[in-house]
C-alpha cells in the first residue's frame, strides 16, 4: 500500500520536474516513472516493501495526449463511441517482457516472474529489481513505461477513461 500511496501523491509532480518536460514530453514520463521508482527504493520507509503498484498517466499538451503505463492499469480513447486502446498490459508471457526477463536472470512460470509476479513492469516490487549488472530499464521487473502519443481529434475523440 505504502508503493501505491507515495506513487498516487508524486507521479505527477516527479515527472513535471524532468528536464525533459517543457522539451519532450515522452521522454519526461519515461525518465518520471524511472526518477519516482528510484526514490521509492532509496527511502527508508520504503526500500524493503515487498509490494508494487501499475500505473497509468496521461498528459494533454497542445492537442496531444500522451499516454504513460507500467504493469495493467488501463486508458481508453472514446472516438465516435468506440474504445481506442492507449495502453497495453505489460504481462510476463508477452514475448517482448520475457526476453527481458530471462536476460535479468528470471524466468517466466505460469505466465509470472519467477512464478510470482503477475506483472512485468511495476512501480515498486523491487524484489525483482536487484540485477547489479543491469539497468533499471533492464531489470526482471521495470518501472520504464510504454509511451503512446495520439494526436486529438476534437470532433471525434470524446473522453479518456483511466
Known amino acids: 500500500a505504502k508503493v501505491s500511496q507515495y506513487a498516487g501523491a508524486n507521479l505527477h509532480d516527479t515527472i513535471y520536474s ?35 503498484t501499475t500505473a497509468v498517466a496521461i498528459i494533454v499538451k497542445n ?22 486502446p492507449l495502453s497495453y498490459d505489460h504481462k510476463p508471457a508477452n514475448e517482448k517482457e520475457a526476453k ?7 524466468w517466466v512460470e ?13 512501480l515498486g516490487d523491487f524484489a525483482f529489481k536487484r540485477n547489479p549488472k543491469k539497468s533499471p530499464e533492464e531489470q526482471m521487473v521495470t518501472a520504464y513505461p510504454d509511451v503512446i502519443r495520439m ?12
Do not use: W
Open 18 to 52: 524532468q528536464a525533459a518536460y517543457s522539451e519532450n514530453i515522452e521522454d519526461a514520463l519515461r525518465s518520471g516513472f524511472l526518477a519516482l521508482d528510484e526514490q521509492m527504493k532509496n527511502d527508508d520507509d520504503m526500500k524493503d516493501d515487498m509490494s508494487g
Open 110 to 122: 505460469f505466465n509470472r516472474v519467477n512464478g510470482n509476479l503477475a506483472l512485468s513492469r511495476a
Open 100 to 106: 527481458r526477463i530471462v536476460a535479468a536472470g528470471g
Open 63 to 84: 492537442g496531444i495526449a500522451y499516454c504513460a503505463n507500467v504493469g495493467d492499469s488501463r486508458a481508453v480513447l472514446s472516438v465516435n463511441g468506440r474504445a481506442v
Open 151 to 162: 494526436p486529438l481529434v476534437p470532433e471525434t475523440h470524446e473522453f479518456i477513461l483511466l
